[in-house]
């Protein structure tokens, strides 16, 4: 090996396409550069720990560490990262500082200082925070990194922060799922009973709107149309519809009979109204849009927006934030200039440079201070024809047309009222009517019939009452007489909140002071710190995940639409009212979301020291809050759910049941005279569920904990006895296919092994081992963090003991 230079300098990218654009705007013989291409380090898997922790046992829990043991991570093709890793060592020969320029934000920050703690560098090192990939953007980041010399200390606190998110997931993902799925799972429900700190209270908000929406009662409200014929001969119909509905028929009554009886002047009310633009996109909010313009997934606009980001297009997009900083001003114009070179019609739209308009507060779109990350924005270099692919170009448009409409004036549309007071026994009632037509498009010309969809209603209720409107009103002077012709009572019915849809979730997550009616509660999750950025759950980076894993976990199911509401199952509602009643924390939003503002302040430590001081507290609380779960688990019951009420894979993705299972279930239901349901004889699922429910029962095996209902064999083993019994040409007995103790006699009996003294030139190789599942689904918050999540009963895929390095939170660096 050629010894390195001295003084050299690495930059440590978290993927070659940045690497590349960075490359473009400088070169230099004293550094070098490397990218990791996402995390290079996993976490080991419990079970390659210690043996006793492969089976899910009772008696073996909490697992608990003070370092999560950690493995060479892979690629998707399945390759060792281990090479990287060398290859990074190897460059790191010589280096006397790097220059951390992964994405910025703690999961960037994770990435480069995880693998720099494994080496064991003890260097300098600095933070250069890239919000955007183009020329100017990385100029300003270079001088920012100058102007703070701690930069690397305070990105170690990031990294901590990063590093406790993932020693909660791992160890509630790990020990709340083993422990909820021993002791609460219902028998008639064969997947793990996943558990998390983030997706278990984002269920709860999930189904406490679920419970809300079944338990609605519709009720009759009453609105009363006046009719008035004016002097002048016009008519108009006005009415009164406040927004504390009129629920008592008798009280519309009373204000009908006076309605009619009126005659009086009418009162017209002209001015303008003025319609300034929406804010700019956070993460969350652009998901929300694209999910409603384009029916996309989150994830699919998350990635689609990250490729922008690499490619230079787009500023950085896992943001939470909807405003720009002060400083940026001066880049407007240039950068408008770019969008209108691509976007020619909207060219027209555009003012004098010194016409722009600056909206600055946090009701406008600049402010001192937008946080960790601006809004996602457009920069000076754009796409040109056939550079993007089609939704690629899509969201750019949206991003870009979205920042041109910040910058330019208000809407102004001239509103006319008309209304009376009607005198009535239960005092004055207004009777209104209003209209509307555009004085001034301003920022609105941008979108044309589309502006209106830029007013968002709130994810989670009930659709506003809006105000009643005509789209043209008769010429009518103020004061002007009128008489009473017509006066009718309309019913109407009340509407159950709304079902937050696909696109919303984030959102919500990240806003969960407008799903909160205590103002106590809303205090509370308010930020001084910024307060454009309440309390939620989860961080932008990872919000988008949630949602999978509990369809995965067949706690929600997606309804019909564009952007599809989600539908919390009867499994989700058995689990989260489990979870409530043996540890009510982990199903309470408002108290993780506090919990989380603890672990954010670990981030904002502005010293080394305190951060790590912080993360231990972090930790050892973790540590306190898992023991207690898995005491009060250990001593509660599970939960009873009707196996009809469990979601079954679709037909297109079930396997069918074996012809014993069948005949099993045949014979029971013919013994019982009981009706086999829909779809056994083809859903392998719905069979075993049937003999789950109505099988005899077994004892479990010694210094076991008892499993309610008969203990069943895993698919391992099912899998493993259907295989012997084919190579050996024998009948599989029925009680084998739903009794354990049978179906490990069974394999006792005619394994390969006990065959060996009778039939030695016969040999039966086991087909299809299970091998494990990984619970990387049962955490939150970090796309990394896995530990087995196999039943209890499965067979086990004995895993060859590899070499780990622990990770740990330690007070400094070793001099």
């Known amino acids: 090996m050629t010894p390195h230079s001295a003084s050299r300098t690495l930059f440590f990218f978290e993927k070659p396409s940045a690497m590349r654009q960075l490359q473009r705007f400088f070169k230099s013989p004293s550094t070098v550069c490397v ?7 996993a976490a080991e898997e419990p079970g390659n720990v210690r043996d006793e922790w492969k089976s899910w046992r009772l008696d073996t829990l909490p697992i608990v560490l003070e370092r999560i043991p950690v493995t060479y991570g892979s690629s998707r093709s399945g390759q060792s990262h281990k090479p990287k890793v060398d290859a990074i060592k190897q460059a790191l020969q010589g280096v006397e500082r790097v220059i951390i320029a992964t994405d910025p934000g703690r999961e960037g920050s994770m990435i480069a200082w995880e693998v720099l703690e494994h080496l064991g560098y003890r260097g300098r090192v600095d933070r250069l925070k890239l919000g955007a990939l183009d020329e100017v953007s990385i100029r300003r980041a270079f001088a920012a990194m100058a102007k703070e010399p701690d930069s690397g200390e305070r990105d170690y606190a990031a990294y901590l922060e990063a590093l406790c998110r993932q020693y909660e997931d791992y160890h509630l993902g790990l020990n709340g799922t083993r422990a909820i799925s021993l002791r609460l799972r219902p028998p008639a429900f064969r997947q793990p009973w996943r558990f998390g700190g983030v997706q278990t209270p984002t269920l709860a908000i999930l189904a406490d709107l679920e419970k809300r929406i079944r338990d609605f009662v519709p009720q009759d409200y009453f609105r009363i149309a006046l009719t008035v014929a004016t002097s002048s001969g016009a008519e108009i119909t006005l009415w009164h519809a406040p927004k504390d509905k009129i629920l008592d028929q008798q009280v519309a009554e009373t204000i009908q009979q006076a309605a009619a009886s009126w005659s009086g002047p009418l009162g017209v009310e002209q001015k303008d109204v003025r319609r300034s633009p929406p804010r700019l996109f956070s993460k969350d909010t652009l998901a929300r849009r694209c999910a409603k313009r384009f029916g996309w997934d989150p994830q699919h606009t ?25 400083s940026q001003t001066g880049d407007a114009s240039t950068v408008i200039g770019s969008v209108v070179a691509v976007l020619t019609d909207l060219a027209g739209l555009v003012p004098a440079a010194g016409d722009l308009v600056f909206r600055k507060g946090n009701k406008g779109h600049y402010v001192k201070d937008p946080g960790e990350h601006h809004a996602i924005v457009p920069l000076r270099k754009v796409p040109q024809p056939g550079s993007v692919s089609g939704d690629h170009l899509r969201l750019w448009e949206l991003v870009a047309k979205s920042f041109l409409a910040a910058h330019l004036p208000d809407g102004i549309d001239a509103r006319t009222v008309v209304a009376v007071q009607v005198p009535t026994p239960l005092g004055p009632k207004r009777f209104s009517i209003s209209g509307s037509v555009i004085k001034s498009p301003g920022w609105r010309a941008v979108y044309g019939a ?13 659709k506003p009452d809006e105000e009643p409107t005509t789209g043209r009103l008769p010429p009518i002077r103020d004061h002007e007489p009128g008489t009473a012709t017509d006066a009718r009572l309309e019913t109407a019915k009340t509407e159950p909140p709304r079902r937050i849809t696909r696109g919303e979730l984030p959102v919500v997550m990240g806003r969960l002071v407008d799903q909160v009616e205590n103002p106590a509660l809303k205090a509370a999750l308010e930020n001084p710190a910024n307060p454009n950025e309440p309390k939620g759950l989860g961080t932008a980076a990872t919000r988008d995940t949630i949602l999978p894993k509990l369809q995965k976990s067949q706690y929600v199911e997606l309804l019909k639409g564009k952007d599809p509401p989600i539908q919390v199952t009867e499994v989700g509602l058995a689990f989260i009212a489990a979870v409530r009643r043996v540890f009510p924390a982990y199903g309470d939003p408002v108290g993780r979301a506090m919990f989380e503002a603890d672990l954010a302040e670990i981030g904002r430590a502005a010293t080394r020291a305190e951060a790590a001081r912080r993360a231990a507290a972090y930790q050892e609380r973790t540590r306190s ?20 009420c ?18 099993f279930a045949t014979s029971i239901a013919a013994q019982r005279g009981l009706k086999l349901p829909r779809g056994l004889k083809s859903n392998s699922e719905i069979c075993r569920a049937f003999l789950d429910q109505h099988a005899p029962s077994r004892s479990s095996r010694p210094g076991e904990a008892p499993q309610p209902g008969p203990r069943s064999p895993s698919e391992a083993m099912l899998r493993y006895a259907q295989s012997l019994a084919e190579q050996q040409a024998i009948e599989c007995p029925p009680e084998a296919i739903t009794d354990f103790t049978a179906c490990r006699a069974f394999l006792d009996e005619h394994s390969p092994k006990a065959q060996h003294s009778q039939a030695k030139n016969r040999t039966v190789t086991p087909k299809g081992r ?11 918050g970090h796309k990394r963090v896995s530990a087995s999540a196999r039943r209890p009963t499965e067979a086990r895929t004995e895993v060859p003991r590899r070499r780990t390095r622990s990770r740990t939170v330690t007070s400094g660096r070793d001099e």
């Open 35 to 41: 990218s990791a291409e996402g995390h290079l380090l």
């Open 302 to 326: 998350a990635k689609l927006a990250q490729e922008l980001y690499d490619q230079g297009y787009l500023t950085y997009p896992r943001t939470e934030s909807e405003h720009l900083p002060d």
């Open 450 to 462: 589309e502006a209106d969809e830029e007013n968002e209603i709130v994810p989670g209720k009930a």
């Open 625 to 644: 809050r898992v023991k207690d779960l898995i005491t009060t688990i250990g001593q509660s019951d599970a939960v009873a759910l009707d196996p009809t």
């Open 646 to 663: 469990v979601p079954t894979p679709s037909a297109a993705d079930a396997k069918p049941p074996t012809k014993a299972m069948i005949d």
């Open 770 to 780: 299970l091998p494990s599942i990984r619970a990387s689904n049962a955490s939150d």
